[in-house]
């Protein structure tokens, strides 16, 4: 059964700083993973999409790898700014006898200070 | 930008009520789902739709829950008989492609069960 953990749940950084957040999961047998941001109490924002045969995606100040061998994917925010405040899920595409699986991750909640 | 819209933002209900939320995905998406998320837990996977039918639906989708495009523009989802433990925000999203694509999700419904 896939499980998505990312750690750390929370990361308090100040303004500025370059900063990783991570995602694992079990089953390396993934489609594809994607990052999302989460302002509080609102919906989810896309960010970046890393299908299973790329390593890794950019946007912007934002990078995001893949290793499905490892079963881990990191999300790389250069140059921090308070409105990268919000919490960071990833969620992973995977098929599981036929059946399309698209699990969550528990998030992690970033507040950058200025 | 094209987005995806949900009303209510917030429904307040009596336990036992049905509830209908509404959706109106991205106009030229073939592919719609529903999530939801209680307070504090992780986002879960409830249902995809395409082509007027389920494609996939998890354990949680159980006989009180059902989807609906009535007409050219909106995705509906109902809750037969609301339990207090149907509370919880409910995003609705669309992409091109079953999963594989990017999903674009709208801003949630919070559902209260009274």
Known sequence: KQEVTQIPAALSVPEGENLVLNCSFTDSAIYNLQWFRQDHGKGLTSLLLIQSS????????LNASLDKSSGRSTLYIAASQPGDSATYLCAVTSVTSGTYKYIFGTGTRLKVLA | EPEVTQTPSHQVTQMGQEVILRCVPISNHLYFY??????GQKVEFLVSFYNNEISEKSEIFDDQF?????????????????????SAMYFCASSDRLFTDTQYFGPGTRLTVL
Request: glycine share 6%.
């Open chain 1, 54 to 61: 790329q390593r890794e995606q950019t946007s912007g100040r």
């Open chain 2, 34 to 39: 529903w999530y939801r998320q209680i307070l």
């Open chain 2, 66 to 86: 059902s989807v609906e495009r009535p007409d050219g523009s909106n995705f509906t989802l109902k809750i037969r008989s609301t339990k207090l433990e149907d």
